[in-house]
């Protein structure tokens, strides 16, 4: 065994029965399991969070078909490296070409791909964190499977740990006792690959400071010190994609440009995708700030189309003075929670009749039934309301959106008042 080789490496399944957490892929029933069966398996696109299989699947796959197999990132790899490799694979009939971070690849590199998928010069499987459905071309996108893979639940954490001290080398000969999980499992975020190289960075720190031959005991407390000490700054793989990203969103929140913009700055300094962190920006300026400063969501839209334009390294600067602005303005999630209290009330209520009034009304025979009776048109009123009942009856005068306590929702609540006069206790 090379021990500088990783843990979750050495432990990388080898079989599709092996991978741990995505039976719906696995089992015999699967469609992925039934192509495989069949000896044919489709191009595909493998859309998940870091450290779920997506890379294990594709080894597997080329191993079981016994194919060439190309692995390319779109991080590092161009239009030349992916022609030469199609140009190989003409001569190597069933090989595989597995494209990791393929949300990276431009339309250019995209559609090099698309004329060796339709031909069947290659049998595609292409990896991405990202939704395929807005970073995949269409045309490339319609002649793959999308199979989603899902981040590990605790009792695939906990199958993994038991299959490391199990079966790897490292740990024979140890007692090991995980006398506590949650920091593993929280650190890990449903990452594989995080949780064994964290397990293996734990285990290895407790046998240099204790006696041969004593236990080994894993707490919270050790494996926050030893995570603290190891952490990296950003890893351009996308070991702390999330967790990096959830801290600029948080600090963005909570009205922190400071904090928002040295998170920015780890996300640019580790190559992150500049779509990828403006769609989240423009996601937040509704989500958080809405229409306590309606601005906000047409600046965090003019930076996501002017960021896909220029790219970087000038894009950093536009990516700053959104994520400034978002930082600095005044929040609300009043429309996020209305949207939620929205969906929450129809799953309860069903499909509620559309009152008649509401009703359109293009027939004779609509019209008969009543069908947009007693509509009252709001522009007929005095400045251009009429009062008059909107929501079906089971549910009249429920309020979904609550204007919360800043300038702008204020005066919306002030026009609401003047209008409904009190009605959903606004």
């Known amino acids: 065994m090379n021990s500088a080789i990783p843990l979750a490496e050495r432990l990388r399944p080898k079989t599709l029965t092996d991978l741990v957490g995505q039976e719906h892929l696995s089992s015999p029933d699967s469609v992925l399991q039934k192509a495989i069966t069949k000896g044919k398996v489709p191009s595909m696109i493998l859309w998940g969070p870091p450290g779920v299989g997506k890379t294990t699947l594709a080894n597997i796959i080329s191993t079981t078909f016994n194919s060439a197999y190309y692995q390319l990132s779109a991080i590092s790899s161009g239009v030349k490296e992916l022609r030469e490799v199609?140009?190989?694979?003409?001569?190597?009939?069933?090989?595989?070409?597995?494209?990791?971070?393929?949300?990276?690849?431009?339309?250019?590199?995209?559609?090099?791909?698309?004329?060796?998928?339709?031909?069947?010069?290659?049998?595609?499987?292409?990896?991405t964190t990202e939704n395929p459905s807005f970073e995949v071309n269409s045309a490339l996108l319609s002649r793959c499977q999308v199979f989603i893979l899902k981040a590990l639940d605790e009792k695939a954490l906990h199958k993994l740990i038991h299959q490391a001290i199990e079966k790897d080398e490292l740990f024979q000969g140890q007692t090991i006792e995980i006398k506590e999980t949650a920091a593993l499992f929280q650190l890990s975020g449903g990452d594989g690959r995080k949780l064994l190289?964290?397990?293996?960075?734990?285990?290895?720190?407790?046998?240099?400071?204790?006696?041969?031959?004593?236990?080994?005991?894993?707490?919270?407390?050790?494996?926050?010190?030893?995570?603290?000490?190891?952490?990296?700054?950003?890893?351009?793989?996308?070991?702390?994609?999330?967790?990096?990203?959830?801290?600029?969103?948080?600090?963005?929140?909570?009205?922190?440009?400071?904090?928002?913009?040295?998170?920015?700055?780890?996300?640019?300094?580790?190559?992150?995708?500049?779509?990828?962190?403006?769609?989240?920006?423009?996601?937040?300026?509704?989500?958080?700030?809405?229409?306590?400063?309606?601005?906000?969501?047409?600046?965090?839209n003019a930076c996501f189309d002017a960021v896909t334009k220029i790219g970087y390294p000038e894009s950093r600067i536009i990516l700053s003075q959104c994520a400034i602005y978002l930082a600095s303005s005044p929040k609300?999630?009043?429309?996020?929670?209305?949207?939620?209290?929205?969906?929450?009330?129809?799953?309860?209520?069903?499909?509620?009749?559309?009152?008649?009034?509401?009703?359109?009304?293009?027939?004779k025979l609509m019209k008969d039934l009543s069908y947009g009776k007693d509509y009252q048109y709001s522009h007929w009123g005095e400045n251009n309301f009429l009062e008059q009942e909107y929501l079906p009856d089971q549910i009249k005068n429920t309020a979904l959106f609550q204007p919360q306590k800043n300038a702008r929702e204020q005066e919306i609540k002030k026009f609401l008042n003047e209008r409904w006069k009190g009605k959903y206790g606004y």
């Open 197 to 300: 190289n964290l397990l293996e960075l734990s285990v290895e720190a407790l046998i240099d400071i204790e006696k041969s031959g004593s236990p080994l005991v894993l707490t919270n407390d050790w494996v926050m010190e030893v995570a603290q000490t190891n952490i990296a700054l950003y890893d351009k793989n996308g070991e702390q994609h999330y967790d990096i990203v959830s801290a600029f969103i948080k600090s963005i929140r909570g009205s922190d440009p400071n904090a928002a913009v040295y998170w920015l700055s780890r996300m640019i300094a580790g190559g992150e995708d500049v779509k990828f962190i403006a769609r989240r920006m423009l996601i937040f300026s509704s989500e958080d700030i809405g229409n306590a400063n309606p601005n906000a969501f047409l600046l965090a």
């Open 86 to 127: 199609i140009e190989e694979a003409k001569s190597k009939p069933g090989a595989i070409l597995f494209i990791d971070e393929i949300h990276r690849f431009n339309k250019g590199q995209q559609d090099a791909l698309l004329g060796a998928v339709e031909k069947g010069i290659i049998t595609l499987i292409g990896a």
């Open 332 to 363: 609300s999630n009043a429309s996020y929670e209305a949207i939620n209290h929205g969906l929450a009330l129809v799953d309860k209520t069903g499909n509620l009749p559309v009152p008649l009034h509401l009703r359109n009304a293009p027939t």
